[in-house]
C-alpha cells in the first residue's frame, strides 16, 4: 500500500517551453502533496506543499509563477514549469502523505527534466 | 523550525558487519517524528524506520534499529548484518505532525563492500 507514481520519469524540453509533471497517490487519499528538488549528490530541497483545492505553499526563493503546483483532486497533484531554463535541469520528486494515524511521507519515483 | 545534521558524508562497511549512521536534530517543538530514508541508485525514497518523539522505546525494523537519544537529540541508525543492497544514500529527517514538511539532513552515503 500508499504507492505514489510520477509521469513522466525522464522527460527533455527545449528552452522557453513548459513541462507538467503528474503525481498520484494510487491507492490512498492524499489531502496533501509536496515537491521536492535534489541536486546530483545532494538533499531533497522542499519547492512547496499543496493541499487539495487550495492553492500551494512555497518556500522562501521558489519562484511561484515559474513553478505552477495544482491539486485538484485527493490523487493528483501536478508540478507545471514554466519557460523552462537550462538551470531548472534537475530530479523532481513528488511525496504524499500521511494516511490516517501515520505521520511518514511517500515518495514517487522522482522525474528528471533536462532543458536544453 | 528544525535542523537535521548527518555529519557523516560518507560510511563504508563490510558484508554482514555492522554500521551505525549518525544523525542530531533540533527542534522546538515537543512532538514530532523522525525517519530515515534510503535513496538507492534508482532514486527512489523509501522509508526504512521512524521513530516517535514520545515513544521511549527504540525503534527496530529487522536489521535496522535506531538509538534515539531524545535529551541529546540524536538519532542514529544501525544496520546489522549488512548486505550489499543496503548500499544506498540514508538520509535523517524530521516533521512535527500529521501534513507538515519533512526537514532532511544532508545525508549519508553508505557503501557495503565484499
Known amino acids: 500500500g500508499a504507492v505514489v507514481s510520477q509521469h513522466p520519469s525522464w522527460v527533455i524540453c527545449k528552452s522557453g517551453t513548459s513541462v507538467k509533471i503528474e503525481c498520484r497517490s494510487l491507492?490512498?487519499?492524499?489531502?496533501?502533496m509536496f515537491w521536492y528538488r535534489q541536486f546530483p549528490k545532494q538533499s531533497l530541497m522542499l519547492m512547496a506543499t499543496s493541499n487539495e483545492g487550495s492553492k500551494a505553499t512555497y518556500e522562501q526563493g521558489v519562484e511561484k509563477d515559474k513553478f505552477l503546483i495544482n491539486h485538484a483532486s485527493l490523487t493528483l497533484s501536478t508540478l507545471t514549469v514554466t519557460s523552462a531554463h537550462p538551470e531548472d535541469s534537475s530530479f523532481y520528486i513528488c511525496?504524499?502523505?500521511?494516511?490516517?494515524?501515520?505521520?511518514?511521507?511517500?515518495f514517487g519515483p522522482g522525474t528528471r527534466l533536462t532543458v536544453t | 523550525a528544525q535542523t537535521v545534521t548527518q555529519s557523516q558524508p560518507e560510511m563504508s562497511v563490510q558484508e554482514a558487519e555492522t554500521v551505525t549512521l549518525s544523525c542530531t536534530y533540533d527542534t522546538s517543538e515537543s512532538d514530532y517524528y523522525l525517519f530515515w530514508y534510503k535513496q538507492p541508485p534508482s532514486r527512489q525514497m523509501i522509508l526504512v524506520i521512524r521513530?516517535?518523539?514520545?515513544?521511549?522505546q527504540n525503534a527496530t525494523e529487522n536489521r535496522f534499529s535506531v538509538n534515539f537519544q531524545k535529551a541529546a537529540k540524536s538519532f542514529s541508525l544501525k544496520i546489522s548484518d549488512s548486505q550489499l543492497g543496503d548500499a544506498a544514500m540514508y538520509f535523517c529527517a524530521c516533521n512535527t505532525g500529521t501534513a507538515s514538511k519533512l526537514t532532511f539532513g544532508t545525508g549519508t552515503r553508505l557503501q557495503v563492500t565484499l
Open positions: 521513530q516517535e518523539a514520545y515513544k521511549q
Open positions: 491507492d490512498f487519499q492524499a489531502t496533501t
Open positions: 511525496s504524499a502523505g500521511p494516511l490516517t494515524g501515520r505521520y511518514e511521507q511517500y
